[in-house]
């Protein structure tokens, strides 16, 4: 598939509005849920140093690192959710249901991702 096939697949989802609007959506969900997150984990980081990465209800902190290792959580965030919506993007034309549900998983992650970090932020904060 050459890069012309790729902007025609991308410019004939982006013309269905219920895809178009779910894809901005997830993309807003992210974004906010990282900038949130972020602002409560950097200032939290600087003044101590270490941050937990992971708690758990029964076992209690699991997980404990520098700070700096919460920009590494968003990117990888970031990478397997434009990952999926280029995905997305790219089955459109050929695959319809397929592409939905691959939309429908970035979202899913998305949302889960951010009440993970919200939670995360929480513990931290």
Do not use: C
Not at 20 to 37: A, D, E
Not at 43 to 63: M, V
Not at 91 to 114: E, G, N, P, Q
Request: no cysteine; glycine share 6%; proline share 1%.
């Amino acid at each position: 598939m050459n890069i012309g096939e790729w902007r025609f697949s991308f410019e004939i989802a982006w013309d269905d509005r219920w895809f178009k609007w779910q894809s901005i959506g997830t993309l807003l969900i992210f974004i906010t849920g990282s900038f949130y997150f972020l602002w409560k984990m950097i200032p939290a980081g600087l003044e101590n140093g270490l941050l937990i990465f992971h708690y758990n209800l029964y076992l209690g902190i699991d997980e404990v690192q520098h700070w700096a290792w919460f920009l590494v959580f968003v990117l990888a965030a970031l990478v397997i959710v434009l990952l999926n919506l280029i995905g997305s993007f790219r089955l459109y034309r050929h695959d319809k249901i397929a592409s939905r549900i691959l939309l429908f998983a970035a979202t899913v992650f998305t949302v889960l991702i951010m009440i993970g970090a919200f939670y995360i932020a929480s513990v931290n904060s």
